[in-house]
């Protein structure tokens, strides 16, 4: 085992790929074989797309840091080559290797593949297959490495069930590495693979989907053609399987480093700056996010200890600027004062600190302020919907007058560039909402150019982009369906009307993409055939909008009876199981029904870390609660 | 306002690291300056960043013993400790050798060392090293590559005339395991002879299966 490397081979490729640095290794901070000597199991973690896209994922920042930090792992990093270098790969018989060692990904014990969103699912095929791991759990014998998943996906992992041997869900700061070293421990006792699975299914947020079985349910909606599939649902084979596999979730998250081992990379990232994750967690509750639903609770870190792992990483890494991380960092309760130590301390040194995106309740002026100290590029927020209603449906909780303060307070702080982001075919939508994005936006574009001060030239950019609603599971919309397409046409015809032919600049997002990512978004693991059709018929590089090749998933969707427009406009039946009800985030269906039903009444539900409990079901399941650094007020029109 | 110090760093790029663009090089001498904690000016206005300055670029796969940086510091800081400090922040692979002031209206790198020595590292098989010369000679006698720039859609093709550009060689020697072929360039303001396209137009002229191993500026020089 290991004994390849495979570097001499891939170096003759490099003149004729594009972007070589991607498949160098060999970055500042990355963990080298001296470092591991005594180290006996092996693992990589792998991203399903491009270097420069996956260098840039905090999990994997995060894994690669805990699994290394026991004595035992080596844990290395694989990411999916680009096309042209697939391409002469496969021509030279040349098999996918880990970036540290160039080691073939076959040869590992352990092979962890972080699922980040549903239109990577081809690129998993792609991975193992250019791995030469067999595609299926089923087909792998006990010289194949354990092949993992994680993620935001394996909160409905069935449409890539069948391609895993084990899939985390919930929080793998202790999981991978307690998964990791127990099947080190049963190798070595010379368990097989089937008694392995087994055993590892007993460790708390572990899903073995070998071990299910599965029932289809007809989906009662006539939108969907006589004879089409239905969505399948799984129960456990034995008693011993668990019928419900609940969520890992790291309780103590300030005592987690904050600064994990950071590797500099050589190619440029999609995200290329120090990333410190400021908070976990958010409990705003907006009816159709899924990550506000599956990471609560709210857990805050200590200002201190962010303090001190952005001194010690921008020193450790020559990075200049540092993005404070999380779902909703302007919540953080100490976030004014955070801003306001690191700008006092980057001022003159050309350092400077940004934040992921802004809510628009609470930008108050001093926050637009201390946003990204001296450096103003674009400021993002989100309103999603374009009129009161809506916005009270979808539970986003901030008024017209927080957007036009918001964006007049950072216009006054010197920020001239807004990108504003909103959502078409959310559940109860009407001409007047979609109309509405227009009127909110022309309000907002001639708000902001009244607030720039006297003498200075008034040339706010302002940059909105229209996302297609997805209805995701574990949400409140986890049932309603998406648009059809005349729909879609009529709504972005609505939509274009609304807007001025000049001054804003208005982005629409591809349907297509989106149709396939909702089936999979809420499809059982009849759809892992539906994948793997299509990814035989050529799709890969789903997210990448050059790549993507609808045809083939039309064409997948015919042969394997699940037909992509129709299934995406399904809606489903409340109170049947679905295609996740095996796996918990750990909010209860209840809440999540009580939640549709108030947003059919246009009524909104508070943030339990602001005000009182919502009743999610969360705390009392993992016994904790909400962990703030000091209480967190209230800012914008819910205050 | 004081104009500092102007530190001239010279480094080498080495192994894998050859595949590194200029840009990324760029970046990545940034972040070694940074992590040396060398107290480095910046620019004033809208964009802050460190006041650096390269010299030319080197193509895509060609590695280098000798390239340059000017680094303005605000604080003197002796150029041993500072080249200390660099080295213990560089990977193995693109690693400072040699720092020394130099004044502050010097002309700039490019200007200095318009020069290029190149050693290029031929796989040449079987071929008999007198083809290899022949094929050079051939292209010499030419006077001139056509270089095609690939833009979206658009193809351009440029001549680039070796007269002024190509000032010593190709001198071709066999080795006991290769074919190397040293020659030297001069970049001027109307452009230079790209070392790597040079190469490969030499060897398509050879019809033989040849193949480049290494491209490495062996020194930036003076005129």
């Known amino acids: 085992?290991?004994?390849?490397?495979?570097?001499?081979?891939?170096?003759?490729?490099?003149?004729?790929?594009?972007?070589?640095?991607?498949?160098?290794?060999?970055?500042?901070?990355?963990?080298?074989?001296?470092?591991?000597?005594?180290?006996?199991?092996?693992?990589?973690?792998?991203?399903?797309?491009?270097?420069?896209?996956?260098?840039?994922?905090?999990?994997?920042?995060?894994?690669?840091?805990?699994?290394?930090?026991?004595?035992?792992?080596?844990?290395?990093?694989?990411y999916l080559p680009w096309v042209d270098m697939i391409a002469l790969m496969r021509g030279n018989g040349l098999p996918l290797a880990s970036l540290e060692t160039y080691t073939p990904v076959r040869e590992f014990d352990f092979v962890g593949i972080t699922l980040p969103h549903e239109l990577c699912a081809t690129n998993v095929l792609e991975f193992l297959d250019l791995a030469g791991i067999p595609l299926h759990t089923d087909q792998r014998g006990d010289d194949d490495p354990l092949v993992c998943a994680g993620g935001?996906?394996?909160?409905?992992?069935?449409?890539?069930a069948p391609f895993f041997d084990v899939i985390f869900v919930g929080e793998g700061e202790e999981l991978d590495v307690e998964a990791a070293l127990r099947h080190r421990e049963l190798k070595a006792q010379g368990a097989s693979r089937a008694q392995i699975l087994r055993e590892l299914a007993c460790i708390e947020g572990v899903y073995v989907p070998s071990l299910y079985e599965v029932?289809?349910?007809?989906?009662?909606?006539?939108?969907?053609?006589?004879?089409?599939?239905?969505?399948t649902t799984v129960t456990p084979r034995d008693a011993d399987v668990p019928a419900r596999v609940e969520k890992r979730i790291i309780r103590d998250f300030d005592a987690l480093p904050a600064l994990p081992r950071q590797i500099v990379p050589y190619c440029e990232l999609v995200h290329d700056r120090l990333a410190i994750e400021i908070l976990r967690g958010c409990n705003r509750g907006c009816r159709f996010c899924q990550a506000g639903m599956i990471y609560r609770p709210v857990r805050e870190r200590n200002a201190d200890t962010v303090i001190a792992a952005v001194m010690d990483g921008l020193v450790a890494t020559g990075y200049d600027e540092v993005s404070l991380t999380s779902l909703s960092s302007t919540d953080h309760s100490t976030i004014e004062q955070m801003l306001r130590r690191l700008n006092r301390s980057f001022s003159g040194t050309g350092k400077s600190v940004s934040l992921?995106?802004?809510?628009?309740?609470?930008?108050?002026?001093?926050?637009?302020?201390?946003?990204?100290?001296?450096?103003?590029?674009?400021?993002?927020?989100?309103?999603?919907?374009?009129?009161?209603?809506?916005?009270d449906c979808i539970n986003k909780g901030v008024s017209e007058d927080d957007l036009l303060r918001a964006v007049t307070g950072a216009v006054e702080a010197g920020w001239r560039g807004f990108k504003l982001y909103f959502m078409i075919g959310l559940p109860g939508e009407t001409d007047e909402d979609v109309a509405g994005i227009g009127a909110l936006c022309r309000?907002?574009?001639?708000?902001?150019?009244?607030?720039?001060?006297?003498?200075?030239?008034?040339?706010?950019?302002?940059?909105?982009?229209?996302?297609?609603?997805?209805?995701?599971?574990?949400?409140?919309?986890?049932?309603?369906?998406?648009?059809?397409?005349?729909?879609?046409?009529?709504?972005?015809?609505?939509?274009?009307?609304?807007?001025?032919?000049?001054?804003?600049?208005?982005?629409?997002?591809?349907?297509?993409?989106?149709?396939?990512?909702?089936?999979?978004?809420?499809?059982?693991?009849?759809?892992?055939?539906?994948?793997?059709?299509?990814?035989?018929r050529g799709a890969r590089f789903d997210a990448w909008t050059e790549q993507f090749a609808f045809a083939a998933w039309e064409q997948a969707g015919d042969v394997c009876g699940i037909p992509i427009m129709q299934r995406a406009t399904c809606e489903y039946e409340e109170g049947a199981p679905l295609p996740w009800s095996h796996i918990s985030a750990g909010v209860s269906e209840e809440f999540l029904r009580a939640e549709r039903a108030r947003a059919g009444a246009g009524e909104k539900t508070p943030d339990c870390s602001f005000t009182s409990c919502s009743q999610c079901g969360v705390c009392p399941l993992f016994g904790m609660t909400n962990v703030l650094e000091a209480t967190r007020v209230l800012r914008g029109e819910c205050a | 306002m004081s104009e500092g110090f102007r530190l001239r760093v010279k480094y080498q790029i080495t192994g894998r690291l050859a595949y590194l663009s200029h840009l990324e090089t760029v970046r990545s001498m940034e972040r070694i300056v940074r992590r040396a904690r060398l107290p480095f000016a910046i620019t004033e206005g809208f964009n802050p960043h460190m006041k650096i300055a390269f010299g030319p670029a080197l193509p895509v796969g060609a590695g280098s013993r000798g390239e340059y940086f000017d680094v303005r510091l605000s604080e003197y800081v002796d150029p041993a400790i500072a080249l200390e400090a660099l080295q213990g922040s560089a990977p193995e692979n693109l690693m400072p050798i040699a720092c020394a002031y130099c004044a502050h209206d010097a002309d700039?790198?490019?200007?200095?060392?318009?020069?290029?020595?190149?050693?290029?590292?031929?796989?040449?098989?079987?071929v008999p090293v007198g083809d290899i010369e022949q094929a050079f000679s051939q292209l010499v006698e030419t006077g001139f590559i056509e270089v095609v720039k690939t833009k979206g859609r658009a193809t351009k093709v440029k001549r680039v005339e070796f007269e002024g550009r190509l000032i010593d060689g190709p001198h071709v020697?066999?080795?006991?395991?290769?074919?190397?072929?040293?020659?030297?360039t001069f970049q001027g303001s109307d452009g230079a002879l790209r070392p790597d396209k040079f190469i490969s137009a030499a060897l398509e002229g050879a019809n033989a299966d040849i193949s480049l191993m290494s491209l490495t500026r062996m020194e930036l020089c003076e005129n």
């Open chain 1, 356 to 391: 992921p995106s802004q809510r628009v309740d609470a930008l108050g002026i001093e926050l637009a302020r201390l946003a990204a100290g001296e450096k103003k590029g674009s400021l993002t927020l989100a309103p999603e919907a374009g009129t009161q209603r809506l916005r």
């Open chain 1, 152 to 160: 935001p996906c394996a909160y409905n992992p069935e449409p890539f």
């Open chain 1, 1 to 78: 085992m290991r004994e390849s490397n495979l570097w001499q081979r891939y170096a003759l490729l490099l003149d004729q790929v594009e972007k070589p640095s991607r498949y160098l290794g060999q970055e500042w901070g990355s963990v080298t074989p001296a470092e591991k000597e005594g180290a006996d199991y092996h693992a990589v973690l792998a991203y399903p797309d491009t270097y420069e896209i996956g260098q840039a994922n905090q999990a994997i920042a995060i894994l690669y840091d805990c699994l290394n930090a026991n004595e035992h792992i080596y844990c290395e990093r694989a």
């Open chain 2, 173 to 184: 020697a066999a080795g006991d395991d290769a074919v190397t072929v040293e020659f030297t």
């Open chain 2, 108 to 126: 700039s790198i490019d200007v200095t060392y318009p020069v290029s020595v190149w050693c290029a590292v031929l796989d040449a098989g079987d």
């Open chain 1, 215 to 231: 029932t289809e349910q007809e989906i009662r909606d006539e939108r969907l053609a006589p004879g089409a599939r239905g969505y």
């Open chain 1, 443 to 536: 309000r907002v574009y001639a708000a902001a150019k009244d607030a720039v001060p006297e003498g200075e030239p008034r040339n706010i950019r302002l940059n909105v982009s229209v996302a297609l609603f997805i209805p995701k599971a574990m949400t409140p919309f986890q049932w309603d369906r998406q648009i059809s397409l005349p729909e879609i046409s009529h709504r972005i015809e609505v939509l274009r009307a609304s807007f001025p032919k000049k001054g804003i600049n208005l982005h629409w997002h591809d349907s297509d993409t989106s149709y396939v990512e909702a089936v999979l978004a809420r499809g059982g693991r009849e759809c892992a055939e539906l994948v793997e059709e299509a990814w035989r």
